[in-house]
């Protein structure tokens, strides 16, 4: 069973940073699509970021210009690099891995962490 770790979450203040990541909990064959999903108390999971094998990436309109994804493929890792954090930013924070495949052979499949808090104060 492969499990997605999540790290990086914590309490900051409006205007600072913080650096997300999220790897596999072993060694995989591939992952097609890695990004970062947030859910805030009452709301919805929404997109956040995300990034295909070959580094294309897609943002949210409200995290564009501050939110920054990346990947290392030989890692099996995304991060998420956030700045200039906003108080509406609070929620929490999810990785995916879309089409993770164990082995060669194996059916792509979707996994999901289990969350990490990401709380701004004003």
């Known amino acids: 069973q492969v499990q997605l770790l999540e790290s990086g979450g914590g309490l900051v203040q409006a205007g600072d940073s913080l650096k997300l990541s999220c790897t596999t909990s072993?060694?995989?064959?591939?992952?097609?699509?890695m990004g970062w999903y947030r859910q805030a108390p009452g709301k919805q999971r929404e997109l956040v970021a995300t990034?295909?094998?070959?580094?294309?990436?897609n943002y949210a309109d409200s995290v564009k210009g501050r939110f920054t994804i990346a990947r290392d493929n030989a890692k099996n890792t995304v991060y998420l690099q956030m700045n200039s954090l906003k108080s509406e930013d609070t929620a929490t924070y999810y990785c995916?891995?879309?089409?993770?495949?164990?082995?060669?052979?194996?059916?792509?499949?979707?996994?999901w962490g289990q969350g990490t808090q990401v709380t701004v104060s004003s």
């Open positions: 995916n891995a879309n089409g993770l495949r164990t082995v060669a052979w194996g059916q792509p499949l979707d996994y």
């Open positions: 990034i295909t094998r070959g580094g294309l990436t």
């Open positions: 072993r060694s995989i064959f591939s992952i097609n699509a």
